[in-house]
């Protein structure tokens, strides 16, 4: 089936440092990639996406890129600001009977300190 | 535009009580989510309304949770009778469309029902 594997968290950085969390997935077809945020008290947003192999999604300074051969779509940030801060879910859509389902990470706890 | 709406945010019940939660999608989304989110885990998907009919409904126990989505825009999700296990955030999202045609289906989430059954 699909899925997506994330590294664990909680990861603590201090401000200004390099961020990496990584993502793998598992897919038949050609899935597409994204990752969504969870800042403390709101709901899910999308923070970038990628739709085909080499793809790079962008967005406030995180970028991840579509590696379609080593099933990977990891997230960086070159540099992290404590309104970083927030749960980073990675998530794989795939294309079944005409709708796309969409299936969750579990989720990478980041917290940045001053 | 308005956001996805979701009520209430908070609900605490008793073990065997019944508990409905409300979704209003954003205006001509066709495609509405519920997510069920257990604390420490990612959401998991339990049912999936193209328009009013269900396209996906394999993860939802359907012996104690059922859902609609009458004319195709509000949604209710209900769970009858609860269990401790359902203590979870339910997570409301829509899309504008289900099907991938040119792009990716981005999900606008709502900002969650918390439930705790005790």
């Known amino acids: 089936g699909n899925s997506v594997t994330q590294m664990e968290g909680p990861v603590t950085l201090s401000e200004e440092a390099f961020l990496t969390i990584n993502c793998t997935y598992t897919?038949?077809?050609?899935?597409?990639l994204f990752w969504y945020v969870q800042y403390p008290g709101e709901g899910l947003q999308l923070l970038l996406k990628a739709t085909k192999a080499d793809d790079k999604g962008s967005n406030k300074g995180f970028e991840a890129t579509y590696r379609k051969e080593t099933t990977s779509f990891h997230l960086e940030k070159g540099s992290v600001q404590v309104s970083d801060s927030a749960v980073y879910f990675c998530a794989l859509g795939v294309n079944s009977g005409g709708y796309q389902k969409v299936t969750f990470g579990t989720g990478t706890k980041l917290q940045v300190i001053p | 535009e308005a956001g996805v709406a979701q009520s209430p945010r908070y609900k605490i019940i008793e073990k065997r009580q019944s508990v409905a939660f409300w979704c209003n999608p954003i205006s001509g989304h066709a495609t509405l989510y519920w997510y069920q989110q257990i604390l420490g885990q990612g959401p998991k998907l339990l049912i999936q309304?193209?328009?009013?009919?269900?396209?996906?409904d394999s993860q939802l126990p359907k012996d104690r949770f059922s859902a609609e989505r009458l004319k195709g825009v509000d949604s209710t999700l209900k769970i009858q009778p609860a269990k401790l296990e359902d203590s979870a955030v339910y997570l409301c999202?829509?899309?504008?469309?289900?099907?991938?045609?040119?792009?990716?289906?981005?999900?606008?989430f709502g900002a969650g029902s918390r439930l705790t059954v005790l």
């Open positions: 999202a829509s899309s504008q469309a289900g099907a991938v045609l040119s792009g990716a289906n981005v999900l606008t």
């Open positions: 897919a038949t077809g050609y899935p597409s």
């Open positions: 309304f193209q328009n009013n009919g269900v396209v996906d």
